[in-house]
């Protein structure tokens, strides 16, 4: 019993002495099943073995890829059951930087109780929304959650609500990109390094340098 009781205490060192995974590899930033960093090859696995289909896969620029899904494949924090909804996945350089739910509500009842409902989740989870805007018919609102920034749209013609989870670091890089390719320069920052090139270990210094804490 004895030997018994000092093998399990050095299993037990053993396990407190490994490394923690970090939030983004615990899979934690897999905002509706896909995991931020993915390709469209990887993506489409994931599709194929939930049995979803894709109604929609084109190129949006040079950079740009969106593919749409038909429904979810994760369950949702607000009861959306008999929602028309699907999922839309925004790949920028190959890499997946967004994902998306789309609904198509029935009318602007619909409309008005689906983004109210993810409107009071995501405000008890996050706080009061850092943004609020509304320009014609457009409303959109934004919070801002560990890595992730949530903006939700609601269209008051079509009656349509979209959720993005944007993942801030490619935002950044994304950002940065771009700002290279129109002054004509080549800059690589942090959030270049640690999302486009595949390093999602955040560099010393980076919340200070960006502002997301």
């Not at 939930?50 to 109604?55: E, T």
């Not at 940065?176 to 486009?196: I, S, Y």
Request: without cysteine; proline residues 4%.
């Amino acid at each position: 019993m004895k030997y018994k009781n000092v093998f399990l205490l050095l299993v037990a060192l053993i396990l407190i002495s490994l490394p923690v995974p970090s939030f983004s590899q615990q899979g934690d930033l897999a905002p509706l099943g896909f995991k931020f960093g993915i390709d469209k090859k990887d993506a489409k696995k994931i599709i194929d073995s939930n049995g979803k289909r894709i109604v929609q896969d084109e190129t949006d620029s040079k950079e740009m890829r969106v593919i749409l899904m038909q429904g979810v494949i994760v369950n949702l924090p607000v009861d959306v059951s008999g929602k028309d909804v699907m999922t839309e996945l925004e790949f920028y350089q190959k890499k997946l930087l967004t994902t998306s739910l789309v609904f198509a509500a029935t009318d602007e009842a619909e409309k008005t109780q689906i983004a109210s409902d993810f409107d009071k989740y995501y405000t008890s989870e996050y706080g009061e929304p850092a943004e609020k805007d509304s320009i014609m018919f457009f409303d959109t609102t934004t919070w801002h959650a560990p890595d992730v920034i949530l903006v939700m749209h609601t269209n008051n013609k079509d009656n349509t609500v979209k959720i993005q989870y944007k993942y801030k670091p490619g935002q950044q890089a994304r950002f940065e990109d771009e700002l290279d390719q129109k002054r004509g320069t080549v800059h690589k920052d942090p959030a270049e390094q640690m999302f486009l090139e595949g390093d999602f270990s955040k560099p010393t210094g980076y919340d200070e340098a960006y502002g997301t804490q």
